[in-house]
């Protein structure tokens, strides 16, 4: 059973840095697309950035381009969202996802909070 467990969340100042962790377990990594989605309160889910499974093809929401990177280690079968020039509507819970032909899985999430 494919599991992705998120990390690397917290409260930061406008403009400063996170860097958003996902392990992942259960799955052949490799042939996972890795994405990154956020949702804040009382808003619908956002897809942020997306990754194919070599880690040479990203997408991003016009909100993260220029400002996070998405990458990949498979042999780690870690997905990371660095996020810089953070903004105070960034904030939202940040959660991996996994998408293998049609099954898709989720991890919990992590806060993000930007703040001063």
């Known amino acids: 059973q494919a599991q992705l467990v998120e990390s690397g969340g917290g409260l930061v100042q406008p403009g400063g840095s996170l860097r958003l962790t996902c392990t992942a377990s259960g799955f052949i990594f490799g042939s996972g697309i890795m994405s990154w989605y956020r949702q804040a309160p009382e808003k619908e889910r956002e897809l942020v950035a997306t990754?194919?499974?070599?880690?040479?093809?990203?997408n991003y929401a016009d909100s993260a381009k220029g400002r996070f990177t998405i990458s990949r280690d498979n042999a780690k079968r870690t997905v990371y969202l660095q996020m810089n020039s953070l903004k105070p509507e960034d904030t939202a819970v940040y959660s991996c996802?996994?998408?293998?032909?049609?099954?898709?899985?989720w991890g919990q999430g992590t806060q993000v909070t930007v703040s001063s």
């Open positions: 996802n996994v998408r293998i032909g049609t099954a898709i899985a």
């Open positions: 990754i194919d499974t070599t880690g040479r093809r990203t």
